[in-house]
């Protein structure tokens, strides 16, 4: 199994991106996804997951403004980003779950200027 993010990039505050993670090997319908992000000093936090079963969940500070979702065909898991503000600056990494273990993606840098 393999997570392979990209899309990431810099924008302007206000500005909109979508990440991308490639999910070899991974049966998104069973499988529980998700999106983190580390800022520079920070700690990894969390900001969404989608379950198996499509529902979806996101950190405060994202709601309303990003939204997750999944290809299961294409093995696609997105992130897609709106009103992006400078403290979404951060490295994003896919997770995903495949038979009880976690898997993470390379990470991709998001860079939102003010």
């Known amino acids: 199994v393999q997570l392979q993010a990209s899309g990431g990039g810099l924008v302007q505050a206000g500005g909109s991106l979508r990440l991308s993670c490639a999910a070899s090997g991974f049966i998104l319908s069973a499988a529980p996804m998700g999106w983190y992000r580390q800022a520079p000093g920070e700690e990894r936090e969390f900001v969404a997951r989608i379950a198996s079963s499509g529902e979806a969940n996101y950190v405060d500070s994202v709601k309303g403004r990003f939204t997750i979702s999944r290809d299961i065909r294409k093995k696609m898991l997105y992130l897609q980003m709106a009103d992006l503000k400078p403290e979404d600056t951060a490295v994003y990494y896919c997770?995903?779950?495949?038979?009880?273990?976690?898997?993470w993606g390379q990470g991709t840098q998001v860079t939102v200027s003010s």
């Open positions: 997770k995903g779950n495949s038979r009880g273990s976690d898997y």
